[in-house]
């Protein structure tokens, strides 16, 4: 079975499997806002990827590449990129417009659109995946991302996911996921988190 394939079906188990219960957090408190620094914790590349409006870019640390999946992604995947370990990966994804949704903007602004997306995760599982964090807020320069983590692995491992909307009305999410392609150990979670933030740093839009 090639990288590619193990990199899909590791993708799709943690979107669709049955999530093991773990602390529940009240979905109205939120984390501290973090004000992030414009310039990123990790090295990261020159090449940037962008959305097909090109309303959004980001770019990923030195070192990783981005996988050609061959057309196997859900709806609205921009880019899936991981490191030489295959141990971690970003996938960025246009969220799908709907009603609830810009209502959930329209009320709560970045968090809404966190919960909003949390939603879609805990729906495809039954409400069996639960969140390992408040919502929260980044704050890079004048642009805001609502942030949470989530887990399917009762806590052991732990995604990342931050979204946000641009100024044409799209909505957008970035999720950093550990994935156990060659059963390598994982990045800290410190490290994880750097490169979560590093992330966000380099995103345009």
């Given at each position: 079975m090639t990288h590619i394939r193990i990199i899909i079906i590791a993708l799709a188990l943690i979107t669709l499997n049955s999530c093991v219960i773990v602390k529940k957090f009240e979905t109205e408190t939120r984390e501290?806002?973090?004000?992030?620094?414009?310039?990123?914790?990790?090295?990261?590349?020159?090449?940037?990827?962008?959305?097909?409006?090109?309303?959004?870019?980001?770019?990923?640390?030195?070192?990783?590449?981005?996988?050609?999946?061959?057309?196997?992604?859900?709806?609205?995947?921009?880019?899936?990129?991981?490191?030489?370990?295959?141990?971690?990966?970003?996938?960025?994804?246009?969220?799908?417009?709907?009603?609830?949704?810009?209502?959930n903007f329209s009320t709560d602004k970045e968090y809404g659109i966190a919960k909003y997306s949390y939603s879609i995760k805990a729906n495809k599982t039954g409400g069996a995946c639960q969140l390992t964090s408040k919502y929260g807020l980044i704050e890079a320069g004048n642009l805001k991302y609502g942030v949470y983590k989530y887990s399917n692995t009762g806590g052991a491992l732990t995604a990342r996911t931050a979204v946000f909307k641009t100024d044409i009305n799209n909505y957008y999410e970035f999720t950093l996921i550990p994935t156990d392609i060659k059963g390598m150990s994982f990045?800290?979670?410190?490290?994880?988190?750097?490169?979560?933030?590093?992330?966000?740093a380099t995103m345009k839009y």
């Open positions: 501290p806002l973090i004000k992030l620094s414009p310039k990123p914790i990790v090295s990261m590349q020159d090449e940037y990827i962008r959305s097909s409006d090109g309303d959004m870019i980001a770019s990923i640390p030195v070192g990783w590449f981005f996988v050609d999946l061959e057309g196997k992604t859900s709806e609205g995947t921009i880019a899936i990129a991981t490191n030489n370990d295959y141990n971690l990966t970003a996938v960025f994804k246009k969220i799908p417009s709907s009603t609830e949704l810009d209502k990045p800290t979670e410190v490290d994880q988190e750097n490169i979560f933030k590093s992330i966000i």
